[in-house]
């Protein structure tokens, strides 16, 4: 049974924005740490944006600070990635996350992954 689905990822020409959204099941979406990581091909996995289901408490990377914001839908159980100015080093696979481990941007915490979403940002 999938339990984080993704959508809206797409090709985009550098500084345009893109919107991903997560559906979760109502179980997922209440997981401690929601969030959105990311992988290019030959790369690891990066944290790219977490938030704190408790307090809404938000922590980017330093690549993306500035330029993303993630956000969640409780009454939908959808969270959010708001990307805008994006970058040709943007381009890459965009996972949703869940899970109760520690909240940090790496991947330790989780225990629930989407299956992707696919981000191309021509320059």
């Not at 990377?61 to 994006?86: C, E, H, P, W």
């Not at 040709?88 to 989780?110: F, I, N, Q």
């Amino acid at each position: 049974q999938v339990q984080l689905v993704e959508s809206g990822g797409g090709s985009v020409q550098a500084g345009g924005s893109l919107r991903l959204s997560c559906v979760a099941t109502r179980y997922i979406y209440s997981r401690r740490v929601l969030g959105w990581f990311r992988q290019a091909p030959g790369l690891e996995r990066e944290g790219v944006a977490i938030i704190d289901s408790d307090d809404g408490h938000a922590t980017y990377a330093n690549s993306v600070r500035g330029r993303f914001t993630i956000s969640k839908d409780n009454a939908k159980n959808i969270l959010y990635l708001q990307m805008n100015s994006l970058k040709p080093e943007d381009t890459a696979t965009y996972y949703c996350a869940a899970g109760d481990g520690t909240y940090s941007l790496s991947r330790r915490w989780v225990d629930y992954w989407g299956q992707g979403t696919q981000v191309t940002v021509s320059s």
